[in-house]
């Protein structure tokens, strides 16, 4: 749910997301432990094999091969737990460290664990917005939210795209699309209504919303023809 005026974090599947991108290279080596203790005794042999080039292994030999692929298969096991930990932790706090802010004018945003940043865009430098999902992006539930302020013409890439929520909840995207696009419409029809400076003296005509009706002129020219 989009709340107003209050720092908010990009959703729970965009959470997932982040944890699946920083865990997924701890996953692939616990993956490959696995398959180190599954073949391990086909490989104690092969290898074994290739020792004696063909011919019959010792005991100690065998033993010492096994020793060893049990021993690999073991620091795998724990390099894998500890990967997915820290990726797990550093993908928590990067959820955490990244809101965004929408308030009445403006939309922030806050990033960064060590170094802090924040961001302040008006509503009136907005101009365009666009939601784009990829294969990766509909599997997980998310959207990449790109927004173009003054000064772009083309949102076609990624780095010409001023700001990017990428990635954040489906259904977030599309509230905040549809919040933005209000506030867009707003700001231009406050534009149009207000009021032009005068330039120089110039006929105008003062009407007095008060009198049902009645209007009055001013600075009407002397020279008029009798």
Do not use: C, W
């Not at 724990?78 to 928590?92: C, D, E, K, T, Y």
């Not at 149009?192 to 009407?220: E, H, L, R, Y």
């Amino acid at each position: 749910m989009l709340l107003i005026g209050q720092p908010q974090n990009f959703g729970k599947r965009t959470l997932l997301l982040i944890l699946a991108r920083h865990t997924t290279f701890g996953f692939v080596v616990f993956l490959i432990s696995g398959i180190l203790a599954f073949v391990g005794p086909l490989l104690t042999v092969t290898i074994t094999s290739m020792m004696t080039l063909g011919g019959t292994a010792t005991k100690a030999q065998y033993a010492s091969v096994s020793d060893a692929i049990s021993n690999l298969s073991v620091i795998t096991l724990l390099g894998s737990v500890i990967l997915i930990l820290v990726g797990m932790i550093i993908a928590i706090v990067q959820y955490r460290n990244h809101v965004f802010l929408l308030e009445e004018f403006s939309l922030k945003f806050r990033s960064g664990i060590l170094d802090k940043m924040e961001v302040s865009i008006p509503y009136r430098q907005i101009q365009d917005i666009n939601l784009v999902r990829t294969v990766m992006h509909r599997i997980f539930g998310v959207s990449r939210l790109l927004m173009i302020t003054a000064g772009r013409e083309d949102a076609s890439t990624q780095n010409e795209s001023d700001t990017i929520f990428d990635p954040i909840d489906a259904e977030l995207a599309a509230e905040i699309q549809h919040f933005l696009e209000h506030k867009i419409g707003v700001q231009v029809i406050e534009r149009v209504v207000q009021p032009f400076p005068q330039s120089g003296p110039a006929n105008t005509t003062v009407v007095d919303a008060s009198t049902a009706g009645n209007t009055s002129i001013n600075n009407v020219p002397d020279n008029l023809p009798q």
